[in-house]
């Protein structure tokens, strides 16, 4: 994971590897943090009554890690955060596995709650990153925002 090229309180990736949220967690440190807050999107067996197997995701690379930046940049005009962390995995992944990471590293936790919310919510939204679902009967493509 590389360091976005304008500021150094921000980093985004796309990873085909599994998050490892202990090293990103121990790469927020910051003095200045009172608070180090953190939004780790998890692989879940079922939905809806039906056994999930795994997740598979798939990205429009260069398109989706410029978004991650435009994403944290915001995160960074809008709260008083310190640093900000957003890692999306591609891939298959299998349930419990950790598919999205978002960090943030603030002063206060307050703040830093609504930044970690704005940016899950943004990232479902905007960010070009499909999503399907493997069950035991099947498989399906899923609609932004589930």
Known sequence: ???????????????????????????????????????????????????????????????????????GKEVLARWPVRRVVLVHRVGMLQVGETSVAILVATAHRAPGFEALRHAIEVLKKDVPIWKKEHFEDGEVWVQEGS
Do not use: C, Q, W
């Open 1 to 71: 994971m590389s360091p976005a090229e304008t500021d150094d309180r921000l980093r985004v990736a796309l990873v085909h590897e599994r998050i490892d949220l202990g090293a990103l967690y121990a790469a927020m440190g910051d003095p200045g943090a009172g608070a180090v807050l953190a939004f780790a999107g998890v692989v879940r067996d079922s939905k809806n009554g039906r056994r999930v197997l795994r997740l598979e995701y798939e990205a429009y690379e260069s398109m989706a890690a410029k978004a991650l930046e435009r994403i």
